[in-house]
């Protein structure tokens, strides 16, 4: 019986052994012409993105024909995608601070992957072992054993979602007091997540369990169960199919641990895991801000929430909606350009389109409110038992979406999360003490740059699902061969493509000889000069990463 | 303390159960149906339950006995399961004697039983599979959300 537990055990074998599932597959014939080229074009991609393609790829779950533009080329359309395995989305910023269990060393060129987070982590728990998947204990983040005394009493996860390393590069001079803290931790300058497509829900889910998402499961924000699509949190933790550190560290000290979550919405509870579910587990404190059936993962509401797909195994405090509100922090928000006008530049900042203010800086402090809250009421580090806090912010992703990693919004985004920076250090310092905890402070993803900066071809994702049905899909049938078009990958019909008497490979042959010009969509026209370029540097079936020559042994 | 149970071989015959009246092709087009399609298979108290569009299945792992709902619109491959140790992750076999499709529109009966020997107590999660496919984890029946 194939295991796929087993196969996320045995890293090495997911290259050479995992049985395909598709009912159509690309000819085993190795003499074929056609199969050779395709492998030839999954071979063309730079070993590094095919290696975080592999850590990123399931057979059953992930999308059925690869798609990798040329960068900075990239399908989307409407706001600003983060999907792909290039360097810009996949290297964040990776800092350990910790006085009295991390040295003050500064930064430490060499490459390190968010897997790394849980097993470093578990480093610093006392009589607890935890054996990550896919990630490694970073010994030159921790001072060594005999130096450090006493477990920390409260370990701390800060995600600037969306804040990757490109994205501060674009505005160093943003984020001075993450800057002045380098050189009091350790600052890894080649952190990256490790895997791609990198959305929110499998990095997070990354940074809490130590393993990519072949491993854990969660592969993009759509993937499949069987052959339908699904959601990461559609069935709250049950995709998750691995445990999180804070799954098994919690359960070991008989849930005497506190184990906490301040987010927004449920694809960042990867961190914390499965809560009551886990066998042995209690219920984690999860306080989001998730719209209740929305039809987009990122939607958010206005008041702090568990959504009906999580509420059963996680629990909210009652007084998370009795703090100061939202527009208690417009003040200096307003006050950003010099005009006092009750807007956040151009933005209102109580409208719809801002969201209530929530779409604006004003959330950060608001956030980190409930957060000193939620320490000082729960009582986080206040005990010998060490406990678990996870904090994403997630203003830079979402003006990332919107504006742009290179919009000026983007600047005041970053200075607002790192002028947050102190003042949560503050609440450590004060509710559980100066040299009694350790922070990690990373990003789940980076952003894309505007077209308009890199000159870059946006791929329609529409037109090429529109070219495929007009190319394969002739039967006449209300079925269409394609599912959905994402932006790393093609999710197909793969019985109605039978019925077409299609295969996988004659799709993707398709595909890689389609043009720019002939998949330019309508937000950002493909410039005229590269209209005859190929869309694609790569397109093959996925199914062909598990026995491509080229794959880099792990 | 309650423990998985260790059946012979000679016991592990496959019971298929009729439950619904039509069976439709394999060929026909996969809907995505609510779990409310299915005959709501009941677990035993101390077991587990699984529900998603088209796919309900129910697990007694004391008493071994694995239930299967299809209503997926056309027939689900081999069904299987594995376990997470609770305490470490670890993953845990389990064998569904005489595993086989499941055609749409019936309810298939299994036995079950782990590859190691574990105390219930010890469970973290129940895994789904059918054929190749993981589909997630079943939740403990007392805290079945349906």
């Known amino acids: ?554 | 303390m309650r423990m998985t149970r260790v059946h012979s071989l000679a016991a592990l015959l496959l019971l298929v159960v009729m439950v619904a009246s039509a069976c439709t092709s394999d060929d026909e087009p996969m809907e995505t149906l609510p779990p409310s399609a299915s005959p709501s298979l009941v677990p035993v108290a101390d077991g587990y339950v699984y529900r998603g569009p088209g796919v309900e299945a129910t697990l007694d792992l004391d008493g071994g006995t694995f239930r299967v709902f299809n209503s997926t619109g056309r027939a689900l491959p081999e069904p299987g399961l594995y376990l997470l140790d609770a305490r470490d992750g670890g993953v845990i076999d389990v064998v569904v004697e005489a595993s086989a499709p499941v055609p749409d529109g019936q309810t298939a009966q299994f036995q079950v039983e782990a590859s190691t020997t574990i105390e219930a107590r010890h469970v973290g999660l129940v895994v789904l599979l059918f054929g190749e496919d993981d589909y997630g984890a079943f939740v403990p029946a007392a805290g079945d959300p349906a």
């Not at chain 1, 009493?153 to 501060?168: F, Q, Y």
């Not at chain 1, 307003?334 to 389109?353: A, S």
């Open chain 1, 1 to 554: 019986m194939r295991h796929v537990g087993r196969v996320a055990l045995a890293a090495a074998a997911v290259l050479g052994a995992v049985a395909l599932t598709a009912p159509v597959a690309v000819s085993q014939d190795a003499g074929s012409e056609l199969e050779q080229r395709l492998i030839d074009a999954a071979c063309s991609m730079p070993p590094l993105l095919l290696e975080r393609t592999l850590r990123g790829y399931r057979p059953d779950r992930t999308g059925e024909i690869q798609l990798l533009p040329d960068e900075p080329d990239f399908v989307g359309h409407g706001g600003l995608p983060h999907s792909g395995p290039w360097d810009y989305i996949s290297r964040v910023p990776l800092l350990w601070y910790g006085p009295g269990h991390v040295p003050a060393t500064g930064p430490l060129e060499r490459r390190v992957t968010l897997a790394d987070v849980a097993p470093t982590q578990g480093e610093l728990l006392e009589d607890f072992d935890f054996d990550a998947p896919d990630g490694e204990v970073l010994h030159d983040a921790l001072l060594p054993a005999e130096q450090r005394g006493e477990p920390p009493s409260l370990l701390v996860v800060v995600v600037w979602d969306g804040a990757g390393t490109e994205v501060l590069a674009e505005h160093p001079d943003a984020w001075p007091n993450l800057a002045g803290l380098i050189d009091e931790g350790v600052w890894y300058t080649r952190a990256e997540v490790g895997s791609s497509p990198p959305s929110t829900a499998q990095i997070h889910a990354t940074i809490g369990t130590g393993a990519f998402s072949r491993t854990h499961g969660l592969v993009a924000h759509q993937f499949r169960i069987g052959e339908r699509m699904a959601t990461p949190w559609e069935a709250g933790p049950r995709y998750l199919i691995r445990p999180t550190i804070a799954d098994l560290y919690d359960r070991a000290t008989g849930n005497r641990a506190l184990i906490g979550v301040s987010a927004t919405v449920a694809i960042h509870l990867g961190m914390v895991g499965h809560g009551s579910l886990w066998g042995g587990g209690d219920k984690d404190i999860v306080v989001l801000r998730e719209r209740e059936g929305a039809a987009t993962l990122g939607a958010e509401g206005i008041r702090w929430n568990l959504t009906s797909n999580v509420r059963p195994w996680f629990r909210i405090p009652s007084y998370v909606n009795d703090l100061p509100p939202i527009a208690t922090y417009f003040d200096p928000v307003d006050r950003i350009d010099g005009r006092i006008d009750g807007r956040w530049r151009d933005l209102e900042l109580d409208g719809d389109i801002s969201h209530h203010g929530f779409r604006t800086p004003a959330r950060i402090p608001y956030q980190t409110r409930l957060v000193e809250e939620m320490i000082r009421r729960e009582g986080f580090g206040a005990d010998d038992v060490p406990d678990m806090l996870y904090i994403n912010y997630k203003l830079i992703d979402e003006i990332g979406h919107v504006n742009s990693m290179n919009s000026v919004e983007m600047r005041d985004s970053i200075e607002a999360e790192d002028a947050n920076l102190p003042v949560l250090i503050d609440v450590l310092n004060r509710e559980v003490g100066e040299g009694r905890w350790v922070m990690a402070l990373t990003a789940d993803h980076g952003h894309t740059p505007d077209p308009e900066v890199t000159g870059a071809g946006v791929i329609s994702p529409t037109h090429l699902g529109t070219l495929l049905r007009s190319e394969f899909d002739s039967d006449g049938d209300e079925i269409s061969i394609v599912d959905t078009v994402q932006p790393t990958s093609v999710f197909l019909n793969v019985r109605e493509l039978a019925d077409e008497g299609v295969d996988l490979a004659q799709v993707a042959d398709f595909i890689l000889g389609l043009t720019k010009g002939q998949l330019s969509g309508e937000t950002w026209p493909v410039p005229e000069e590269q209209r005859d370029e190929p869309a694609f540097l790569a397109v093959f079936p996925s199914e062909l990463l598990d026995r491509l020559p080229c794959a880099p042994n792990e």
